[in-house]
């Protein structure tokens, strides 16, 4: 590491004002920063030191992904073996997801990371970190075929709209890589839902079989169009069963958010409230709900399928998007819950209900935010006056 470090210093001169490689000082600059902590402070004013900077905490939250990111790979061998009645080791499933994953993730980070670089050399600022987190959250939150070049599409749309018109990284008001979900929904629908995209039916490398027209549905799917409750099976927890590649394993999930709880980055309350929000909304069409399906499956099975444990633990903790205030954050997790459970059992049509709760319940963040303060001001100022009478 001193090796890189002084050459890193020894071409420094050439990125900053001045050197011939000044139109790309952002773009060192970022690299820079990413491999080691800056070691520049502030001189004057007020601020808060602190041990961990931003670059550190989105690959806190990268590692935190990498157990979901890994058995998804493994789950897209599976499905694919599985379906087309192939056979295969472990180490041939994993390499078929392997490498049906890995193109979406460089796509991902190329056209993410392109247009961040280029707006940094526009604006002349540092590189903004946020789509380290961004661009492996994409991916894992697509159906296995879906097509790269609307992948790159939905990528470029949600950065610029979603993120650089808001002023980039710290300024959005929606999840980046959620709302590449919902332009990729609305947009593209037969690329997003039915029971054609979830299996990989290519054969890559010659691993596995070329299957045309594969189908096969998630339990979800299944549960809306089939009308009948699915038994609760042990795959749904493990995630051998189809959907998005990262979403489907609640251990592997479970394993990121140890880590992000135990490392301080995510909120145990924002978490915590999902999953509360969510249990009692499904109880509640347990009880006095219509008789269909989705409002008659268990509270518990609604919390293992589709991407609600996913979203719980990396799209509503997103510090920049979910609520700040501590009482906030318990508001703001159960609403998540409550409105996906809603949105499965009132729309068929949209059986998953999870990308939908936390983009709408991140426009009213702000607000929720603003009551809590608000109420706090105003109680003490009745304390106020009454320890002036």
Known sequence: MKALRNYLDKIKPNFEEGGKFHAFQSVFDGFETFLFVPNTT???????????????????????LVPALLFGMYNVGYQHFLATGATGSFIELFAYGFLAVLPKIVVSYVVGLGIE??????????IQEGFLVSGILIPMIVPVDCPLWILAVATAFSVIFAKEVFGGTGMNVFNVALITRAFLFFAYPTKMSGDAVWVSGDSIFGMGQAVDGLTVATPLGQAATSGAVPPFSWDMVTGLIPGSIGETSVIAIALGAILLLATGIASWKTMFSVFVGGAFMAWVFN?????????????????VLGGFCFGAVFMATDPVTSARTETGKYIFGFLIGVM????????????????????????????????????????????????NK
């Not at 670089?117 to 540092?126: R, T």
């Not at 209900?353 to 935010?369: H, K, Q, R």
Request: a positive charge; glycine letters at 6%; one cysteine or more.
């Open 340 to 387: 996906a459970i809603v949105i499965r059992v009132l729309n068929p049509g949209y059986p998953e209900g999870m990308m939908l709760a936390i983009l709408l319940m991140n426009i009213f963040a702000p607000l929720i935010d603003y009551c809590v303060v608000q109420g706090n001001i105003s109680r003490r100022e009745k304390r106020a006056i009454k320890s």
């Open 287 to 303: 009880t006095v709900g219509p008789d269909t399906s989705m409002a008659q499956m268990p509270w518990y099975e609604h919390l």
């Open 42 to 64: 502030s001189k004057s004013g007020t601020h808060i030191h602190d041990a961990i900077d931003s670059k550190r905490i989105m690959s806190m939250v990268v590692i935190a």
């Open 117 to 126: 670089f280029v707006v940094a050399q526009w604006k002349k600022e540092e």
